[in-house]
């Protein structure tokens, strides 16, 4: 499906919508996530908790999102987290300088060359405001963090650009209370801001938006002494270079220096074996190499994890190396000492990231588990992802269906996410469930007032079968909570 169905699913149904819609001075790049989209996301990440933070026996924090002016000196975001703008002399339409001139000339030129190269190019091309054909001024830095400004004295600090600088912060003190060994991963999902100069395709590009963040910590002398490698070993990834997707088993990315050792490939696959978990089609992911001028300014390698939609291809993971450079850099400016012990040596640990989109990644799944199925709007979202997991209908709205469709009802609010409808024809009760990925319909009819059994139909093949009461617990549980 494409954007505009997946769009108009999540506002018709209330997955998601603008914020302060009501209000015409609303902002662009604020979004609200209403109950279906609410309880999509928290199985998300509670399927990231699964795969990844359990799985790996990280550690996860959750940290506060405004931080002081020292904190972004020491990360370098206060320095280098800006973006090149451009503003018109006469109408004063602001524009990205990079993305502007790359749509013009229909060439890539990236964000990281200097004010000065941005002013030639526009002078050579002799490019005018799209607007009004007016002079542009020359290029400026525009800074993404949001300011703000704490107590009375409005002392300077910042809304966080990113998660993981609560994990660097709070690395010292809790690889010690924790009894830490190295290597060792931190995890946070929480909420990032950036000041976006155009956000934009709702969830795709936020100013206000989730992250879940896992910062492995390691010494980069032992990333080839992993051992955790050989359970991977064979493990499929399928890694973008040089214009094709290459499909590689992890040995072989390492063997032919397509990742930099063994430590890294590892959580690259993992990664990938999450996104597969999630109903993402993943013929059509691929681990994209960054060229130097892609990358952070923090990243020494990086891979986006990306995924093919009707937008084109979306970043949802950003895997960097950040090598020493964020806990060098704290250091230095905190002046604490934020080395730690691994085998006798004090060192400044190395760090791998694997940052993920939580919002954009709502989005793909969603996008790419709507379908048309004949007469029928399909969300076959994983039954553990489903935000309501079971619906339960009186045949019909008579002969006390609905009191015995109803004690039903009662006996699994606790447990599961239970949905009751009475009104309407039963096939049309079916279709606004399958809409919203509803894996489980109960059915409640004139043979269960006879032998207290009840009908179970499956969203996706709509095969129906009969479930005694007494064991419909745990065939819901198992149905739902199979995790291949
Ligand atoms: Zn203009």
Avoid at 60 to 77: L, N, Y
Avoid at 95 to 104: C, G, P, S
Avoid at 114 to 137: T, V
Avoid at 287 to 297: N, V
Wanted: hydrophobic share 35%; charged share 30%.
């Amino acid at each position: 499906m494409n954007y505009e169905e997946v769009l108009r699913l999540g506002l018709e149904r209330g997955f998601f919508m603008p914020s302060c819609e009501i209000y015409s001075d609303a902002p662009g790049g604020f979004w609200d996530y209403g109950p279906l989209g609410l309880n999509l996301r928290n199985r998300f990440i509670e399927l990231w908790r699964r795969e990844l933070v359990r799985k790996d026996g990280m550690i996860e924090i959750d940290g506060a999102q405004i931080m002081p002016k020292s904190v972004f000196i020491a990360s370098g975001h206060l320095e280098s987290f800006a973006d090149p703008i451009i503003s018109c002399k006469n109408c004063n339409t602001i524009l990205r300088a990079d993305k502007f001139i790359t749509e013009k000339i229909g060439k890539y030129i990236p964000e990281r060359l200097s004010n000065e190269e941005f002013d030639k190019l526009i002078q050579s091309y002799g490019l005018r405001c799209p607007n009004c054909n007016g002079e542009f001024s020359k290029t400026k830095r525009f800074n993404m963090m949001f300011k703000v400004g704490i107590g009375p004295a409005e002392d300077e600090a910042y809304l966080r650009p990113e998660t993981c600088q609560t994990i660097f912060t709070n690395f010292p003190r809790l690889f010690k209370i924790m009894r830490g060994k190295l290597p060792l991963g931190f995890a946070q999902f929480g909420k990032s801001f950036r000041n976006e100069i155009s956000p934009r395709q709702s969830l795709i590009r936020l100013r206000e938006f989730y992250q879940a963040e896992i910062e492995v910590f390691f010494n980069p002398k032992k990333a080839n002494e992993f051992e955790k490698f050989n359970l991977i070993k064979d493990y499929s990834l399928r890694i973008f270079k040089d214009g094709k997707i290459e499909k590689v088993t992890c040995q072989e990315a390492l063997d032919k220096q397509l990742t930099p050792n063994k430590l890294i490939t590892y959580y690259l696959a993992l990664i990938q074996k999450f996104y597969d978990k999630t109903g993402i089609d993943m013929e059509r992911s691929r681990f994209r190499t960054l060229a130097e001028y892609e990358r952070a300014f923090y990243a020494q390698v990086a891979y986006d994890f990306e995924v093919e939609t009707s937008l084109g291809w979306i970043e949802l993971v950003a895997c960097n190396y950040r090598t020493d450079y964020d806990m060098s850099g704290h250091g230095k400016v905190s002046g604490k000492d934020v080395r730690v012990m691994d085998n006798g040596e004090k060192i400044i640990p190395h760090i791998f990231e694997l940052s993920m989109g939580v919002d954009r990644s709502i989005y793909c799944i969603l996008e790419h588990n709507l379908k048309r199925d004949g007469e029928r709007l399909l969300l076959s979202l994983k039954p553990y992802l489903a935000p309501i997991q079971v619906s339960i209908f009186p045949l019909v709205n008579r002969d006390s269906l609905p009191e015995k469709a109803r004690s039903i009802y009662l006996m699994l609010r606790d447990d599961f996410d239970v949905f009751y409808d009475e009104s309407g024809s039963i096939g049309r009760r079916y279709r606004r469930m399958d809409e919203i990925g509803t894996p489980i319909n109960i059915t409640i009819d004139y043979q269960t007032l006879k032998d207290d059994t009840i009908t179970i139909r499956d969203r996706d093949s709509m095969k129906q079968f009969r479930v005694s009461i007494a064991n419909l617990k745990e065939t819901l549980r198992q149905i739902i909570y199979k995790y291949d």
